[in-house]
């Protein structure tokens, strides 16, 4: 069992920056990968990022290439989602899931958090 909890979310401004954080429990945290998700209002929940559980293989969506970067500590227990020159469009509830592998499919997760609300004004 993995459980999750995200923090870090908030109100920025747009072209501001905020980092989420991923905090797993229990040692097998370290074993698994972890993807960032988002959902925004009317909206289906969509796969931001990704890592891998050594942290030597990450995925993004377009979207956010260039603007985001995910990177974990597992001697920490945690993840994290860097997110810079953030936009409207961004704005979402943001969902850290752990899953056996890296992969977008959100069905390959089995462990999710509560989500955090990232806002973002313009």
């Known amino acids: 069992q993995v459980q999750l909890v995200e923090s870090g979310g908030g109100l920025v401004q747009a072209g501001g920056s905020l980092r989420l954080s991923c905090a797993g429990s229990?040692?097998?945290?370290?074993?698994?990968?972890v993807g960032w998700f988002r959902q925004a209002p009317g909206k289906e929940r969509e796969f931001v990022a990704g890592i891998n559980w050594s942290g030597g293989s990450t995925s993004y969506t377009d979207s956010v290439k260039g603007r985001f970067t995910i990177s974990r500590d597992n001697a920490k227990n945690t993840a994290y989602l860097q997110m810079n020159s953030l936009n409207a469009e961004d704005t979402a509830v943001y969902f850290c899931?752990?899953?056996?592998?890296?992969?977008?499919?959100?069905?390959?997760?089995?462990?999710w958090g509560q989500g955090t609300q990232v806002t973002v004004s313009s």
């Open positions: 899931a752990a899953a056996q592998y890296l992969t977008v499919f959100q069905t390959s997760y089995a462990y």
């Open positions: 229990g040692r097998t945290f370290r074993s698994f990968a």
